[in-house]
């Protein structure tokens, strides 16, 4: 596995790890140079109407 594919998978693994922790939000993924470089998580919470 090429050191691409370990830095690939290594995202996918913390956005399986990150996605169920948020019940309203968004995840963004910042990009250099065709490569994913950070992950940011943003959690928002509803207020009942």
Known sequence: ???RDEK???V???LKKIIPTIRY???TLTIH???IVQI???KKIR???
Do not use: Y
């Open 1 to 3: 596995m090429s050191k």
């Open 8 to 10: 690939l998978e290594q």
């Open 12 to 14: 996918l693994q913390n």
């Open 25 to 27: 939000g968004s995840i």
């Open 33 to 35: 140079d065709d490569e």
């Open 40 to 42: 940011e998580k943003s």
């Open 47 to 49: 207020l009942i109407k």
